[in-house]
Each structure stands twice: as structure tokens, then as C-alpha cells.
């Protein structure tokens, strides 16, 4: 069975910094893409992606992250990365890994960031 565990959520103030982590285990189809979503509170919001990593290598980011945010992963890649700078407060929410193979599409259970002012 697939398994992606985030890790590294927690609180941390306005303008600071938070390196989430996923670990992935039980892969054994090949990686297209990794990336990090975040769903924000209240009722009925969805899980907008953040960031993206595909299978070349190639990056792609929210607009509203530009310049703030990288994804990474290990050359193994069984674990991917999200380094955050200059948190925002409206960025508070619950951050979820996802990987994706060519037939399915897993993801972790998340982990929270608060960012406080």
C-alpha cells in the first residue's frame, strides 16, 4: 500500500519561514508529478495546488507563491520538499503532498500551518 506522510507543519509568524516534508513509501509505479496543495479553512473550500514538480524536473507554482516557494525532492525521489519564505497569514491552511503515477493519484493526510500575526 501507498503511504505519503507530510511533516514539518506548525505554527510560525508572518514574513517567517517552514520547510514542509513528504515522505512517500510503498511506490512502486514510476513518479510523474509531486506536489504540495493547501486547503485554507472554512466551509467548502477546495485544495488549490502550490507548487508542482514534474517527472523531468520542471517546477511550476501558484502565482500567489512566485519567488517564495520551492519544491524539491531527494534523487531518490521519496520525498519531496516545499521550503516557504515570507509567510503570509492568508496562507494558513492545511497542506497536503500528493504524488501522481500514470494510473492513480495519492496523497497524504496533511499537515497544519498557521501563520499568526
Known amino acids: 500500500q501507498v503511504q505519503l506522510v507530510e511533516s514539518g507543519g506548525g505554527l510560525v509568524q508572518a514574513g517567517g519561514s517552514l520547510t514542509l516534508s513528504c515522505v512517500v513509501s510503498?511506490?512502486?509505479?514510476?513518479?510523474?508529478?509531486m506536489a504540495w496543495y493547501r486547503q485554507t479553512p472554512g466551509q467548502g473550500k477546495q485544495r488549490e495546488v502550490v507548487?508542482?514538480?514534474?517527472?523531468?524536473?520542471?517546477?511550476n507554482y501558484a502565482d500567489s507563491v512566485k519567488d517564495r516557494f520551492t519544491i524539491s525532492r531527494d534523487n531518490a525521489r521519496n520525498r519531496v520538499y516545499l521550503q516557504m519564505n515570507s509567510l503570509k497569514s492568508e496562507e494558513t491552511a492545511v497542506y497536503f503532498c500528493q504524488v501522481a503515477t500514470t494510473l492513480n493519484i495519492f496523497w497524504g493526510q496533511g499537515t497544519q500551518v498557521t501563520v499568526s500575526t
Open positions: 510503498g511506490i512502486i509505479s514510476s513518479i510523474n508529478l
Open positions: 507548487a508542482a514538480l514534474t517527472r523531468g524536473g520542471s517546477t
